[in-house]
T-cell receptor
Framework: NAGVTQTPKFQVLKTGQSMTLQCAQDMNHEYMSWYRQDPGMGLRLIHYSVGAGITDQGEVPNGYNVSRSTTEDFPLRLLSAAPSQTSVYFC???????????FGSGTQLSVL | GQQLNQSPQSMFIQEGEDVSMNCTSSSIFNTWLWYKQDPGEGPVLLIALYKAGELTSNGRLTAQFGITRKDSFLNISASIPSDVGIYFCAGSYNYGQNFVFGPGTRLSVLP
């Protein structure tokens, strides 16, 4: 019973590099989302998706891209990494947008 | 954007004591969620609340959906060392409006 799976667990990037954070869920959830967690600021929504082919911006979308080609996968792309993107990233999913959210174990990203 | 306030920010308690924490919003919500996060892990859902006045328990944890729909409370009875962590509240008004998270309450349990 995997739930929400995120890879990698840790990543170090240099400024200007690009990378993709992977997220997959096996619960057939329509809703998926990406959050970043910074000290003292709680969880802030980056992007979300209410179904395959549908994505929208959250509170802090700048510098990130997403796509949702399947129900199971929702990757987050950093186009040109900046030190301000150093954070812990969490993927979450739920059956619908306002029901229980289930989180992955996170990706700790450092941008030097 | 919307903000949730959680209090206290942090607390130190003795093992065996009861714990109370709360979450307040300037907006009304239809759903409240409470999560616990251990170091290096993702938040784990503890309790979900869907109705004003609702009181729901999960073992030693009890959460309430405030009557005004602008607040929620979490109580932990007879705390144990594994209760250590950060507790987050999250609120949502309805479909199409994403969950907003509070900044968390950091709980430390002293033996």
């Amino acid at each position: 019973n995997a739930g929400v799976t995120q890879t990698p667990k840790f990543q170090v990037l240099k400024t200007g590099q690009s990378m993709t954070l992977q997220c997959a869920q096996d619960m057939n959830h329509e809703y998926m989302s990406w959050y970043r967690q910074d000290p003292g600021m709680g969880l802030r929504l980056i992007h979300y998706s209410v179904g395959a082919g549908i994505t929208d911006q959250g509170e802090v979308p700048n510098g990130y891209n997403v796509s949702r080609s399947t129900t199971e996968d929702f990757p987050l792309r950093l186009l040109s990494a900046a030190p301000s993107q150093t954070s812990v990233y969490f993927c979450a999913s739920s059956y619908s947008g306002y029901e229980k959210l289930f989180f992955g174990s996170g990706t700790q990203l450092s941008v030097l | 954007g919307q903000q949730l306030n959680q209090s206290p920010q942090s607390m130190f308690i003795q093992e065996g004591e009861d714990v109370s924490m709360n979450c307040t919003s300037s907006s009304i919500f239809n759903t409240w969620l409470w999560y616990k996060q251990d170091p290096g892990e993702g938040p784990v859902l503890l309790i979900a609340l869907y109705k004003a006045g609702e009181l729901t328990s999960n073992g030693r944890l009890t959460a309430q959906f405030g009557i005004t729909r602008k607040d929620s409370f979490l109580n932990i009875s007879a705390s144990i060392p594994s209760d250590v962590g950060i507790y987050f509240c999250a609120g949502s008004y309805n479909y199409g409006q994403n969950f907003v998270f509070g900044p968390g309450t950091r709980l430390s349990v002293l033996p």
